[in-house]
């Protein structure tokens, strides 16, 4: 089976531009969450989504924004990017909304804002 | 706030050295701990997980046990190869109405040569 797949792997941007990620989960699972790592630091939560709803957000501004789609897929969104905003974004999806630490995570999409 | 914090890296080790990797929490109530890693290109996997006092998690050879008294799960492994070269996190689960994340340490890179 295939695991969490996200696009793109790599994205540059300007600042003030908006961005789209994409995420993929693993066939089954139907909560998705989204961290931030930047580098040289441990990933910061930014949101779950579970079964299509918001379930936890992070201490994000409100350029941050997500969904999650009927198939379990889901699309993080950054508007108005900021020089600090460049980092590797993560996404895990897991069986349920509480798993415990069974999250599954993929490769992360590696956003550089300039 | 829950807080994870882990020793600085880089922590560079001969193979079949033992190793040890520090990280205390501070938590209210019962969190679960754990320990993922990051191997270079790839994304974060679990490793190890205990999810109450005096557990211990075990897998590759890693332990790591539950200390409430201490407020730490440090992770130990007898004799380390070549391949554990990676970073490494600790984290603990958070629960709640605000849905369910993970609060990573900053991380922790080993390096082993030959």
């Known amino acids: 089976d295939a695991g969490v797949t996200q696009s793109p792997t790599h994205l540059i941007k300007t600042r003030g531009q908006q961005v789209t990620l994409r995420c993929s989960p693993i066939?089954?699972?139907?909560?998705v969450s989204w961290y931030q790592q930047v580098l040289g630091q441990g990933p910061q939560f930014i949101f779950q989504?579970?079964?299509?709803?918001?379930?936890g957000r992070g201490n994000f501004p409100d350029r941050f924004s997500a969904r999650q789609f009927p198939n379990y897929s889901s699309e993080l969104n950054v508007n108005a990017l900021l020089l600090g905003d460049s980092a590797l974004y993560l996404c895990?999806?897991?069986?349920?909304?509480?798993?415990?630490?069974?999250?599954?995570f993929g490769s992360g999409t590696q956003l550089s804002v300039l | 706030g829950d807080s994870v914090t882990q020793m600085e890296g880089p922590v560079t080790l001969s193979e079949e050295a033992f190793l040890t990797i520090n990280c205390t929490y501070t938590?209210?109530?019962?969190?679960?701990l754990f320990w993922y890693v990051q191997y270079p290109g790839e994304g974060l996997q679990l490793l190890l997980k205990?999810?109450?006092?005096?557990d211990k998690g075990s897998n590759k050879g890693f332990e790591a046990t539950y200390r409430k008294e201490t407020t730490s799960f440090h992770l130990e492994k007898g004799s380390v190869q070549v391949s554990d070269s990676a970073v490494y996190f600790c984290?603990?689960?958070?629960?709640?109405?605000?849905?369910?994340?993970?609060?990573f340490g900053k991380g922790t890179s080993l390096l082993v040569t030959p």
């Open positions: 989504y579970y079964e299509k709803e918001e379930r």
């Open positions: 205990a999810t109450k006092a005096d």
């Open positions: 066939s089954g699972h139907k909560s």
């Open positions: 938590a209210t109530g019962y969190p679960s």
């Open positions: 895990a999806s897991s069986l349920g909304a509480g798993a415990d630490g069974k999250l599954f």
């Open positions: 984290a603990l689960s958070r629960n709640s109405n605000s849905g369910y994340a993970l609060n």
